[in-house]
Structure formats: structure tokens, C-alpha cells
């Protein structure tokens, strides 16, 4: 299957303006300039650009955004030139442009991995492997306690964010975008806020936090499924505590009792979230640090609330008219789901 396909209706890139503007800045071999379209995203748009003998991806923020803060491109270009340096999973950053004159947004252009990215069904060798499954989910999970274990002062960013009462100000920062997103009714996702709320716990620590690591973010060897070779789409990377990175993580990760429609997401390998469950997850991070975590189920039902947050904002963009993509006409159905499933671990006081 191929990575990438032409470009949606709406979201094409102007190449007369951005092949001059790469060749006075980059100095590329020349030759005609080619746009096409990573196609699997839900926020920030992801472009192939080839320019003669070079391949670049340009990242730009979403037609309709009205949460700046999310999708800063000069704050995401920044964070990936000092993070890659440190993390070598992380793309490295080629070029930032702020002029809107040249694509209609500010965007960057940074290095082309290349990799297999598993999205919903893996392949027949993984599908038919136990020890397979485990091995990546092992080096899954072992690559986010990497990244949390990086020295932030060292890697220089230590100012990109604020660790003090960091799970407070996100469970009221994602309520209010939830409120100002909010389509339709939300009994039970308006149940989950209420509970957060009474349930914030100390923080655990302060790291680098990804904020949206899932299967689907994360590149493979082709020749080694069970090895990262990237990880991807860095809008909301911070400081924080991070643990609420580990419970984004656990919120895509879906059992049986989530039902046929999320178990067939493309966020994770449906035959590993078959197989490996959201404590087995837990136990290998905790392996992976040498020290037992706590208070799971907060992080858990925070992350699984915030996914939620996510899909209705990108649902309200769809409402309101600002995207035409139709993947995204049925978002309400997975944010009700979503409050089912994160209302049903507070009742069951379980992840």
C-alpha cells in the first residue's frame, strides 16, 4: 500500500510559490517540484514533497484551526532541532517558513523516514507470531520510557513547558476545549470531567511528553518489525508529568468490551490489542524504568477523555465546515464511545 496519495480537495499546495522559495533556500538539485499527501492524519496536514533528486515532509496546521496553541509550527519546528540531536527517533527538522504568502500557512519541511507503519492490520509474520507481538510492544513501550528518561536541561528543553500542577491544568484545559467543542450530548464524558476533577493526583515526575504516542506515530524496520526507527507527529509534545503520556497511550489501546468499530481503528495493531492488554503495557513501562508507577487509572481515564477531546474538536471542524474530509462525518459515534469506555473504568475502578 502506498504512503501517500494525491492530494484531498481543498488542502493542495501551491508549488509555483514553494519550489522558488525551497530553491532559494535550500539549494536543491532541481527539477519539477511534486506534492502528495500522507493521507492517515487527523490534525496537522502532512505532505511528500519531491524536489529533483530530494525528498522533504511538510507539515502545516489544519484548515479551520482555532487552537493555535495546538498546532505552532515554529514551536514544533524548534522542539524536533533539539530533540533529534538527543532522541534519535525524532525527524530532524529542515527548514521553517512563517511567510504566508508562500502556502497560505506557516509550515516546515523536515527529513523523509522511511519505514512501515502499522495501521490496524499488521502483517501476515507479526499476525501469526505471540513472541513477535510481544518483542514490539516490548520495544513499543520501552521507546516512550527512553524518551521520558531524557535529561531535559541537557537537550535544552527544560522552558518547553510547566511540570508544576501539570495534571490539573490539563484535565481543565481539555474540559474547556470539550465545552467549546461540544456538538451534541456528552453525559458521560461531562461524568468522566467531573470525576478528574475530584481526582487529580500528585505529580509523578517531569519529562518530555509526546502527548499522542500510539502505533500509527511509530515507524518500523522493514527488515526488523520489532525496531523504531521513528516516531511521528510532534504538534503537542511538552514538559509534563509523564505518566498522562502513558495514559494517552493506554486510552488507544482497545480490548474486546470496546466493540467491533474501535478495535478496528487504525491507532494500534488490532491483533496486539487483542493479545497484550493495557496492564501488560504497564508492566513492561515499568520494567523499562526499573520502578513501579502508580495511580493508573486517573492517567488512564485522562487519557482515554482527551483522545476524546481531540476527535470532537476535529468533528466540530467537519460540522462547522472547515474540513471536507469525510473520515471525519462519523466523530461524534467515537466520542460517545469514548465517554462510554472511560465512564465504564470509573465505575469498574479498573484501566
Avoid at 530532524?92 to 492490520?121: A, N, Q, W
Avoid at 505471540?130 to 520495544?139: N, V
Wanted: aromatic content about 10%.
Amino acid at each position: 500500500m502506498r504512503e501517500t496519495k494525491a492530494v484531498r480537495p481543498g488542502e493542495e499546495i501551491d508549488t509555483e510559490r514553494l519550489g522558488p522559495f525551497m530553491t532559494s533556500k535550500m539549494s536543491p538539485t532541481g527539477g519539477e517540484i511534486i506534492v502528495e499527501q500522507f493521507p492517515a492524519g487527523s490534525s496537522n496536514l502532512t505532505y511528500l514533497v519531491r524536489f529533483g533528486d530530494a525528498e522533504y515532509v511538510l507539515r502545516r496546521p489544519p484548515y479551520g484551526n482555532t487552537v493555535k496553541s495546538a498546532h505552532d509550527m515554529r514551536r514544533e519546528f524548534d522542539v524536533l532541532s533539539k530533540l533529534s540531536v538527543v532522541y534519535s527517533p525524532a525527524p530532524k527538522p529542515r527548514l521553517f517558513c512563517d511567510d504566508h504568502t508562500i502556502i497560505g500557512s506557516e509550515f516546515y519541511l523536515m527529513e523523509r523516514r522511511k519505514g512501515v507503519i502499522l495501521r490496524g492490520r499488521a502483517p501476515e509474520e507479526l499476525e501469526k507470531s505471540p513472541s513477535s507481538q510481544r518483542k514490539l510492544c516490548e520495544s513499543f513501550v520501552k521507546n516512550l520510557a527512553v524518551l521520558h528518561s531524557l535529561d531535559i536541561r541537557k537537550a535544552g528543553l527544560a522552558t518547553l513547558g510547566k511540570p508544576e500542577n501539570y495534571c490539573r491544568r490539563q484535565v481543565e484545559g481539555w474540559s474547556k476545549r470539550y465545552f467549546a467543542a461540544k456538538t451534541g450530548d456528552g453525559r458521560d464524558l461531562e461524568k468522566v470531567i467531573a470525576w478528574l476533577n475530584e481526582n487529580i493526583p500528585g505529580e509523578s515526575g517531569a519529562s518530555i511528553v509526546h502527548n499522542d504516542y500510539k502505533f500509527d506515530n511509530v515507524m518500523l524496520d522493514p527488515g526488523d518489525l520489532t525496531r523504531i526507527t521513528a516516531v511521528l507527529d510532534w504538534e503537542m509534545v511538552t514538559v509534563g508529568d509523564p505518566l498522562m503520556d502513558l495514559g494517552t497511550t493506554l486510552g488507544y489501546w482497545m480490548s474486546e468490551d470496546a466493540g467491533e468499530e474501535l478495535l478496528s481503528m487504525p491507532f494500534n495493531p488490532r491483533v496486539l490489542m487483542e493479545n497484550i492488554s493495557r496492564a501488560e503495557l504497564v508492566e513492561m513501562y515499568e520494567n523499562s524504568l526499573g520502578r513501579a508507577v502508580r495511580d493508573m487509572l486517573f492517567y488512564y481515564v485522562f487519557g482515554t477523555f482527551k483522545i476524546a477531546v481531540i476527535a470532537q474538536q476535529i468533528y466540530a471542524r467537519y460540522v462547522n465546515g472547515f474540513t471536507m474530509d469525510a473520515r471525519f462525518a462519523t466523530f461524534d459515534k467515537f466520542v460517545a464511545a469514548l465517554g462510554r469506555i472511560a465512564s465504564g473504568a470509573v465505575q469498574r475502578q479498573s484501566i
